[in-house]
């Protein structure tokens, strides 16, 4: 079992930038495509980006592509996020996910592992 531990969320204003990074630990020796979603308050989890192994393919929803990254370390231990001119529509919690099992990447319930969340925050 793949164990996921997000950090680097926080405050920042509109037009900022922040980093997530996700740690994984535990059952890491196979490689799936990881993937963020965030869920804003009152609001269902939204798929945000994914990567998969092979050719390091990624995947985004359209409200970000431009302004956010998904990247992973060489050992595919560590996901990143890059945030740029984050907007207000952008705060939430946002989670780490991975252990994919295949089909659509955009569908949380294909990914069996996930972190506890990190609160990202963007105000005017």
């Known amino acids: 079992q793949v164990h996921l531990t997000e950090s680097g969320g926080g405050s920042v204003q509109v037009g900022g930038s922040l980093r997530l990074s996700c740690a994984a630990s535990?059952?890491?020796?196979?490689?799936?495509?990881m993937g963020w979603f965030r869920q804003a308050p009152g609001k269902d989890r939204e798929w945000v980006a994914t990567i998969c192994p092979y050719g390091r393919s990624t995947y985004y929803v359209d409200s970000v592509a431009g302004r956010f990254t998904i990247s992973q370390d060489n050992n595919w231990n560590t996901l990143f996020l890059e945030m740029n001119s984050l907007k207000s529509e952008d705060t939430g919690m946002y989670y780490c996910?991975?252990?994919?099992?295949?089909?659509?990447?955009?569908?949380?319930?294909?990914?069996?592992?996930w972190g506890q969340g990190i609160q990202v925050t963007v105000s005017s």
């Open positions: 535990g059952n890491t020796a196979s490689r799936t495509c």
């Open positions: 996910a991975a252990d994919f099992v295949g089909g659509r990447w955009s569908e949380a319930r294909l990914y069996q592992a």
